[in-house]
């Protein structure tokens, strides 16, 4: 069984930054793409960003330019760097991993106050 663990999340004001983290338990299993989604109350849960192993990423265009997603391969770690938060932002982020199935973070709250 593979686990995902999320941190790095908090409030924040607009303007500022935070760093997301997730680390996959498995040193064992060949993992594909990682990346991030977000659902906002009363939202549905919506893409924000990917990573393949070959480091090639894509961005829903609200976050382009303000957001970077990166990865350590050894370490199974995906990475969400964000900045230039805005209140919309706000939302519970969660990150998978394609192994090759898709596996879930618990998810780790965003708030950002204007």
């Known amino acids: 069984q593979v686990q995902l663990v999320e941190s790095g999340g908090g409030l924040v004001q607009a303007g500022g930054s935070l760093r997301l983290s997730c680390a996959a338990s498995?040193?064992?299993?060949?993992?594909?793409?990682m990346g991030w989604y977000r659902q906002a109350p009363g939202r549905q849960r919506e893409f924000v960003a990917t990573i393949t192993t070959g480091r090639s990423a894509n961005y829903t265009p609200s976050v382009k330019r303000r957001f970077t997603i990166s990865r350590d391969i050894y370490a199974n770690t995906v990475y969400l760097q964000m900045n230039d938060l805005k209140p919309e932002d706000t939302a519970v982020y969660y990150c998978?991993?394609?192994?090759?199935?898709?596996?879930w973070g618990q998810g780790i709250q965003v708030t950002v106050s204007s």
């Open positions: 498995t040193n064992t299993v060949r993992i594909s793409d």
């Open positions: 998978y991993a394609l192994i090759p199935q898709y596996y």
